[in-house]
């Protein structure tokens, strides 16, 4: 099991104002597995994201994450699971602007100690990254910072993939090659894949589909 969640919930705001975006949500992921998490904007897709990464905190509920209860575990600990099993893909970009195309790419691997020169190569080149590789980001367009984002989460061959739209500021040929990636990484090595979409034509091609509505998934 790669990902267990159980009875999630999750308000923002307090008293009288708040808003319950997550009321009970649960689900499994197994190796090797793909899902889609689709629901309309505003339905907490991207909630229940970060709540997977642990990057924010479940009000009730249990998110286990490679066998790691995520309450469990401080700031730290937390970000050393992320850093070395976890590859995120956000509609925030999170480039490094210090560091060009090649560092930005090379980053997450070095530190999941996971450097690869043979699926870098190959990333670089399924991407269309070659020409790019000594650019900084504020020299590329979104949808080129978008690839860049999305290699450097895929470089060192993590155990699970968290993407929120990333296919969303690609064209659709470049988004097909982006799903044929992730897809084969899982299929390489049983990762799994949690993908949040609004295309129904990319929801087909996973495994699995979870809608989210009224705080639940079905």
């Not at 998490?37 to 009730?60: F, I, M, V, Y």
């Amino acid at each position: 099991m790669l990902l267990d969640v159980c009875r999630v919930e999750k308000s923002y705001g307090a008293g009288p104002e708040a808003v319950k975006v997550l009321n009970g949500v649960s689900f499994a992921m197994q190796a090797g597995e793909s899902m889609a998490l689709t629901g309309e904007s505003g339905s907490g897709k991207s909630t229940l994201l970060h709540l997977c990464a642990g990057l924010d905190r479940a009000d009730a509920g249990q998110v286990v994450l490679l066998g790691q209860e995520l309450a469990g575990l401080d700031d730290a600990a937390r970000a050393g699971l992320r850093r070395r099993h976890v590859g995120l893909v956000f509609q925030q970009f999170n480039l490094i602007p210090s560091l060009d195309v090649a560092a930005n790419l090379s980053f997450q691997a070095r530190l999941a100690g996971r450097d690869d020169a043979g699926w870098s190569a190959a990333l670089t080149e399924r991407l269309g990254l070659t020409s790019l590789m000594h650019r900084y980001p504020e020299q590329l367009s979104g949808g080129q910072q978008q690839r860049v984002a999305i290699g450097r989460a895929l470089a060192g061959r993590p155990e699970v993939i968290l993407a929120d739209e990333p296919t969303g500021n690609l064209d659709e040929a470049t988004g097909d090659a982006v799903m044929d990636l992730m897809l084969e990484l899982v299929r390489e090595t049983g990762a799994g894949l949690l993908m949040v979409t609004h295309s129904e034509r990319l929801a087909a091609r996973l495994s699995r589909r979870l809608h989210l509505s009224s705080g639940r998934v079905s």
